[in-house]
């Protein structure tokens, strides 16, 4: 995504935590492994400035129905398991994503919610855009109005 880079960067220079929580159903539907993502999130790394950037991980490789499926998006389980790890205060944090189910799964923890309206599936920006806290049309959007409410 243009400007993800730079603003990991500088949230990173503002030592805020940064964690990925993220969906994987391709792990439990046979379409990818967990290999691979781990690779991806490796390579995600390099491309934004090298490692390590992210404290935590948070994968739910369940697909729908499984009976992990609980742990998926837009359940908090992720957030709040990746929260009690690192001692995050989850009314004082954000959850930052470009989906629906982003901006439900931090609700449902407690954090501000930002709708980057970057890739946003069409059929879910407006529900995404109204229960989102803040609205981004952009990572530098989203970076400055982090940094003005953290």
Not at 24 to 38: A, D, M, P, W
Not at 81 to 87: F, G
Not at 110 to 123: E, M, Q
Not at 136 to 142: I, L, M, R, S, Y
Request: proline share 5%; charged share 20%.
């Amino acid at each position: 995504m243009p400007g993800a880079a730079a603003a990991v960067q500088e949230l990173r220079r503002q030592n805020l935590t940064l964690i990925v929580i993220s969906n994987q159903s391709g792990v439990g539907r046979g379409l990818i492994t967990k290999e691979q993502v781990r690779a991806v999130d490796s390579r995600m790394e390099e491309l934004l400035g090298g490692g390590p950037i992210f404290a935590r991980y948070g994968h739910c490789f369940a697909a729908p129905g499984d009976p992990y499926d609980e742990y998926r998006k837009p359940s908090p389980k992720m957030i709040q398991e990746a929260a009690s790890t690192l001692s995050i205060d989850l009314s004082q944090s954000f959850m930052v994503g470009n989906r629906l189910s982003d901006i439900q799964s931090g609700q449902n923890a407690g954090c501000r919610t930002i709708l980057l309206k970057l890739c946003v599936p069409a059929d879910e920006l407006q529900d995404a855009s109204r229960l989102a806290t803040y609205s981004a049309t952009d990572w530098p959007a989203a970076v400055n109005w982090i940094l003005q409410k953290a």
